[in-house]
């Protein structure tokens, strides 16, 4: 396999001397220029698995807290990168108690001069296209999906340009984002109560909004509706849905239910008391496999590895793979260096297993100034059956 590698590079190398395309990424055009399954057909799909609960996909489950719609994944193709409402994951459905007959009111309150409260029709002139963001739950748990995660294209209102609606009466004071969450029934699963509190400057710096669209409609009930908070790179548990509340509190506040609920999922030290000591519940750079092509080329069984990498702040193209422990990771074949980190990208590696048998395919970010702390928890490692070679 390495060997394959060095190889493809240095064919590479010398492409790139005879057409003169330097600065272009290697990888694309190796992939481009050289595709492996050219003129091959594919002939199905290997399951990949994790262990896991075998829940059925794209439809609900449960109800209130523990309600849950899980995405299927394995079919993403650059066509589908955006989720259509109807199949994006559900963390939570629309609480049973929240009355929409009444108009909806956002309260601006806490240490500032004068609170205020807002209509729909006063945030109504801010709301502008806010571009694909992906959520994913921090309890993003199940290997055998790993499907509480979408990506939508939003609309909304800056969260800056709700704040300057009310003067803050303490500069060092955090913000309190709070959303309907009384349900009729007990939780199996969740604790009640979703706030989140965030430092100074913190949700403006991540270009966080109040999202009133999803994908071209209203956001619908059970996303929020009709206000609800996004953090682009941040673990869903932090976008509150159904935000009637925003309040600046004192620097030294205690952390909310949510906070401590999600602590250990978001990489917190223990679970501490107060939400200052909480480092920002940030998605690291993350990749997993959602399918495994099995093709045949010029009359011989070749692989294709799909998968989606996300995450991170930086983008970057610096994904390496592998197939059995104690084997050297090697780059990806296909992975383009996306433009932002809001949403995933789809990248491919083309594989030719040298024996049938069981595989847990790794990935890493080949890059050691990247953080990716899922990743080297060996988190969303995922396994397939080979049977023919
Ligand atoms: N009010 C409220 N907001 C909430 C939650 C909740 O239980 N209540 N769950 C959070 C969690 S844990 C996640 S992952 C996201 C899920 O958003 P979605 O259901 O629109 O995908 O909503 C977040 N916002
Ligand atoms: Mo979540």
Redesign the pocket.
Same mark, same amino acid.
């Given at each position: 396999m390495a060997g394959t590698v060095t190889t493809s590079r240095r064919e590479f190398l010398q492409g790139l001397l005879a057409v003169g395309l330097a600065g272009v990424s290697p990888r694309v055009v190796t992939a481009q220029a050289r595709d492996p399954f050219a003129g091959g057909i594919m002939a199905g799909t290997r399951p990949l698995f994790g262990r896991g609960p075998d829940n059925p996909l794209e439809t609900m489950i449960g109800s209130g #807290?523990d309600a849950r719609l899980i995405t299927d994944l394995s079919t993403l193709t650059p066509d589908t990168l955006i989720t259509p409402n109807e199949r994006?994951?559900? @963390?939570?459905g629309c609480?049973d108690l929240l009355d929409l007959s009444r108009p909806w009111a956002l309260r601006l309150g806490g240490a500032v001069k004068r609170p205020v409260t807002l209509t729909l029709g006063q945030l109504a002139p801010d709301v502008a296209e806010m571009g694909a963001h992906l #959520?994913?739950?921090?309890?993003n748990s199940n290997p055998r999906y790993f499907g #509480?995660m979408?990506a939508a294209r939003w609309s909304g209102v800056p969260i800056a340009r709700v704040l300057e609606r009310v003067q803050p009466t303490d500069r060092r004071g955090r913000l309190l984002v709070s959303?309907?969450?009384r349900h009729s029934q007990p939780s199996r699963t969740?604790t009640?109560g979703?706030s989140w509190i965030f430092g100074a400057g913190e949700l403006e710096r991540a270009g966080a909004f109040l999202a009133t669209g999803m994908n071209g409609v209203p956001l619908p009930r059970?996303?929020?509706f009709p206000l @609800?908070l996004i953090v682009p790179r941040w673990?869903?548990?932090a976008?509150?849905?159904?935000v009637n509340a925003i309040d600046i509190v004192a620097d030294g506040a205690a952390a909310t239910s949510?906070m401590k609920e999600?602590a250990a999922r978001t990489f917190q030290r223990d679970r501490p008391d107060l939400a200052r000591d909480y480092t920002p519940a940030v998605i690291d750079h993350a990749a997993m496999p959602i399918r495994v092509e099995q093709w045949v080329v010029d009359g011989r069984v070749l692989y294709r590895v799909v998968g989606i990498l996300w995450g991170g702040e930086q983008p970057t193209d610096a994904l390496a793979i592998r197939f059995r422990s104690g084997e050297p990771y090697v780059r990806v074949d296909a992975c383009t260096k996306p433009a932002s980190t809001t949403t995933w990208t789809l990248w491919w590696h083309a594989w030719r297993p040298p024996s049938p048998g069981r595989y847990d395919i790794v990935l890493k970010i080949d890059d050691p100034n990247i953080r990716s702390r899922r990743l080297d928890l060996y988190y969303y490692v995922r396994s397939v059956d080979i049977e023919q070679i």
């Open positions: #807290l994006f994951y559900v @963390r939570t609480p #959520l994913e739950c921090a309890g #509480l979408s959303g309907f969450d969740s009640p979703a059970d996303h929020g @609800r673990y869903g548990c976008c509150i849905k159904w949510q999600f």
